[in-house]
């Protein structure tokens, strides 16, 4: 089992910056690819940004050049830091984990409760 608990969320307003972590702890070393999801009431989960254990990054065309996933695999924590933050960025935002290639796919097994972020105009 792996657990993921996110935090950092809040408001800010349109142009600014937020950085947001997820914390992992369990059986981490069973995970391959990690992912930033948002949803909106109504809408479906939305893949925003994704790392595997290699580095490799992917994003979503809506945030490329604004926002950066990281990680810190000595200290388990994985990052996304969004710049240029638009109020269509309001959102849940979760994170994700699995030992599969998902990336951007929302059919992780294992997911965070969530944080909100809100951008206001």
């Known amino acids: 089992q792996v657990q993921l608990v996110e935090s950092g969320g809040g408001s800010v307003q349109a142009g600014g910056s937020l950085r947001i972590s997820c914390a992992a702890s369990?059986?981490?070393?069973?995970?391959?690819?990690m992912a930033w999801f948002r949803q909106v009431p109504g809408k479906e989960r939305e893949g925003v940004a994704a790392i595997d254990r290699d580095g490799s990054t992917r994003y979503a065309d809506s945030v490329k050049g604004r926002f950066t996933i990281s990680q810190d695999a000595a200290k388990k924590i994985l990052y996304l830091q969004m710049t240029s933050l638009k109020p269509e960025d309001t959102a849940m935002y979760y994170c994700?984990?699995?030992?599969?290639?998902?990336?951007?796919?929302?059919?992780?097994?294992?997911w965070g409760q969530g944080t909100q972020v809100t951008v206001s105009s």
């Open positions: 994700a984990a699995d030992w599969r290639r998902w990336y951007l796919i929302p059919s992780y097994k294992y």
């Open positions: 369990g059986f981490t070393s069973s995970i391959y690819c």
